[in-house]
């Protein structure tokens, strides 16, 4: 007798039935906690419109379990805002200060560090005739009164760094020197302190090409440099990772990563993998795309149902066991604040391998 045969399991390998049965029976006989994990994450839209004012280029701090945002861009003529922010639920915000001492709030480099916030360098006046840059250092430990701790740096005026906190000291990382885009303004110089006041020069010339408006984040013990480049007259994309595990000597990563070269974009250490958030790419596109890496090295990109508008120069931190978003500009500034929370056990794991990575696998 001629046994009948399912069309649809018949082009369907054996290997991809069998994980789609231990799926089903992980579903069927521990519904409460399947085998496979196989999710759609979304983000969620926290705040439409903040209290604060729509803006990019701003300077974001998680500080004493609240988000703290101070200043950033509204226009080319315009002064920046010199104001300063917080919410201990990222939907709520209070006014701490309407007008700060510190004067260059556009895309200057800001963090916590010893029990203090601090915010240093950054542009003032944007195109306006006394434009200029600044390598001063101011630090709070309320977010409400502000000491200048240094009026004039070691390192030079600059705008567009990174900075971040690594093996209990503060780094800062590249940056450009004026906005006018002249790429002879950029920096790969690599500075570090112990205190915030006094600085070291750790390397003059880094490995990784002169760049402003990077991201950078501590990951896996190490510091990591994503993207960044250059804007105006010289435009300038990077999609090269670098990581390096004492500040001075520098790994290449990757020269290319999958995603597309850009700046401004947002990186984060969050569940035990890199981030890469949004940001400005070729052709002068926004982008709203999310990926992932353990090792900076291999990348996924995360496909989520909701996801928040595209956009450059945006904030990107981890608050409270979730990624948030906020501000930002894409034709018009935002104020709006976006966050996404993964599942407990993301990211699903089958032998090391995602379920859907599994099935991609077998079906091809």
Same mark, same amino acid.
């Given at each position: 007798?001629?046994?009948?045969?399912? $069309?649809?399991? *018949?082009? !369907?390998?054996?290997? @991809?039935?069998? !994980?789609?049965?231990?799926?089903?029976?992980?579903?069927?006989?521990?519904?409460?906690?399947?085998?496979?994990?196989?999710?759609?994450?979304? #983000?969620?839209?926290?705040?439409?419109?903040?209290? #604060?004012?729509?803006?990019?280029?701003?300077?974001?701090?998680?500080?004493?379990?609240?988000?703290?945002?101070?200043?950033?861009?509204?226009?080319?003529?315009?002064?920046?805002?010199?104001?300063?922010?917080?919410?201990?639920?990222?939907?709520?915000?209070?006014? /701490? !200060? &309407?007008?700060?001492?510190?004067?260059?709030?556009?895309?200057?480099?800001?963090?916590?560090?010893?029990? +203090?916030?601090?915010?240093?360098?950054? =542009?003032?006046?944007?195109?306006?005739?006394?434009?200029?840059?600044?390598? &001063?250092?101011?630090?709070?430990?309320?977010?409400? @009164?502000?000491?200048?701790?240094?009026? %004039?740096?070691?390192?030079?005026?600059?705008?567009?760094?990174?900075?971040?906190?690594?093996?209990?000291?503060?780094?800062?990382?590249?940056?450009?020197?004026?906005?006018?885009?002249?790429?002879?303004?950029?920096?790969?110089?690599?500075? %570090?302190?112990?205190?915030?006041?006094? #600085?070291?020069?750790? @390397?003059?010339?880094?490995? =990784?090409? $002169? +760049?402003?408006? %990077?991201?950078?984040?501590?990951?896996?013990?190490?510091?990591?440099?994503?993207?960044?480049?250059?804007? *105006?007259?010289?435009? !300038?994309?990077?999609?090269?990772?670098?990581?390096?595990?004492?500040?001075?000597?520098?790994?290449?990563?990757?020269?290319?990563?999958? =995603?597309?070269?850009?700046?401004?974009?947002?990186?984060?250490?969050?569940?035990?993998?890199?981030?890469?958030?949004?940001?400005?790419? &070729?052709? &002068?596109?926004?982008?709203?795309?999310? #990926?992932?890496?353990?090792?900076?090295?291999?990348?996924?990109?995360?496909?989520?149902?909701?996801?928040?508008?595209?956009? %450059?120069?945006?904030?990107?931190?981890?608050?409270?066991?979730?990624?948030?978003?906020?501000?930002?500009?894409?034709?018009?500034?935002?104020?709006?604040?976006?966050?996404?929370?993964?599942?407990?056990?993301?990211?699903?794991?089958?032998?090391?391998?995602?379920? /859907?990575?599994?099935?991609? *696998?077998?079906?091809?």
């Amino acid at each position: 007798m001629r046994k009948a045969t399912n $069309p649809i399991l *018949a082009i !369907i390998p054996i290997g @991809t039935v069998a !994980i789609f049965m231990l799926f089903v029976a992980g579903h069927t006989f521990f519904s409460r906690r399947p085998i496979f994990v196989w999710s759609q994450s979304s #983000w969620t839209k926290e705040v439409a419109k903040a209290s #604060w004012m729509e803006r990019d280029a701003a300077s974001a701090i998680i500080f004493k379990d609240r988000v703290w945002i101070f200043g950033g861009w509204l226009h080319p003529y315009l002064p920046s805002p010199r104001d300063a922010w917080s919410s201990d639920d990222g939907k709520s915000w209070r006014l /701490e !200060i &309407e007008k700060s001492p510190w004067h260059n709030t556009y895309f200057s480099m800001a963090t916590s560090f010893q029990n +203090r916030m601090w915010m240093m360098g950054g =542009w003032y006046h944007n195109r306006l005739s006394d434009a200029s840059a600044s390598n &001063e250092i101011w630090s709070s430990e309320n977010g409400r @009164t502000w000491e200048r701790v240094s009026p %004039h740096s070691s390192w030079s005026p600059r705008l567009g760094g990174a900075l971040v906190e690594f093996k209990g000291q503060l780094w800062l990382l590249g940056g450009a020197e004026n906005i006018s885009g002249d790429a002879s303004k950029l920096l790969n110089d690599v500075w %570090h302190s112990d205190d915030g006041k006094n #600085w070291t020069l750790a @390397t003059s010339s880094a490995p =990784w090409a $002169p +760049r402003a408006y %990077h991201s950078a984040t501590v990951h896996d013990g190490k510091i990591y440099i994503l993207g960044g480049g250059n804007w *105006a007259k010289d435009i !300038i994309l990077r999609n090269d990772v670098w990581s390096s595990d004492d500040g001075i000597h520098w790994n290449l990563v990757t020269e290319a990563a999958p =995603w597309a070269p850009r700046m401004w974009s947002g990186a984060v250490s969050y569940r035990n993998n890199l981030w890469v958030i949004g940001g400005f790419s &070729e052709g &002068e596109i926004n982008l709203n795309d999310v #990926w992932h890496s353990t090792d900076g090295s291999s990348w996924e990109k995360l496909d989520s149902g909701a996801v928040f508008p595209p956009r %450059h120069a945006h904030n990107t931190f981890v608050f409270k066991d979730r990624i948030w978003v906020m501000a930002g500009l894409d034709g018009s500034l935002y104020n709006d604040v976006w966050s996404l929370q993964l599942p407990g056990d993301w990211p699903p794991q089958a032998g090391g391998r995602s379920l /859907e990575k599994l099935i991609s *696998a077998a079906l091809h």
